[in-house]
């Protein structure tokens, strides 16, 4: 059964600084891995979907990459402004070729300003 | 990727009433996906809406408690029958565009409050 779990649980860090999150999986059977972001009360918004041949992936000041066999990823916020608190998860497909997702237990960034 | 308008956005109903959530996307999908997130939690899957076929349903989950109708390709309705405060929640549908591998589009949310 696919587990992720995302470290830390939740982070404060001052304006301007860069920060990472991770997010590990226990089942390196996946084909891609997304990150979403998610307002408080709101819906996930996709932030970057990751191919299982590809290892990393930018948007802006997002990176994210992908480590299969050691069942890894990490999302990289350069700059960090004060609209990028939200909630961070990361999710993969449940099982190989099953579309169903699995998700981690989210990181709660704060960015103070 | 897909657009979804998903309605209500929030509600506060009874207990003991019915609540039913619609997702319209913008594009045909040949599978829907509705999932649950309690207050604190990640998703949970409730179920995959699959057009002119019942829904499959995640174990916890069952058809008389959460109906999910399907009529189309691009349309689906989840409804929450008999509320209990413990069905507060988020609830969100998801579709996945061009197969899995091109990752998948989430709704809104519908915020529901049983009181």
Partial sequence: ?113 | SAVISQKPSRDICQRGTSLTIQCQVDSQVTMMFWYRQQPGQSLTLIATANQGSEATYESGFVIDKFPISRPNLTFSTLTVSNMSPEDSSIYLCSVATAGSGYGYTFGSGTRLTVV
């Fill in chain 1, 1 to 113: 059964k696919q587990e992720v779990t995302q470290i830390p649980a939740a982070l404060s860090v001052p304006e301007g600084e860069n920060l990472v999150l991770n997010c590990s999986f226990t089942d390196s059977a996946i084909y891609n891995l997304q990150w979403f972001r998610q307002d408080p009360g709101k819906g996930l918004t996709s932030l970057l979907l990751i191919q299982s041949s590809q290892r990393e992936q930018t948007s802006g000041r997002l990176n994210a990459s992908l480590d299969k066999s050691s069942g890894r990823s990490t999302l990289y916020i350069a700059a960090s402004q004060p609209g990028d608190s939200a909630t961070y998860l990361c999710a993969v497909p449940t099982n190989f070729g099953n579309e169903k997702l699995t998700f981690g237990t989210g990181t709660r960034l704060t960015i103070i300003p």
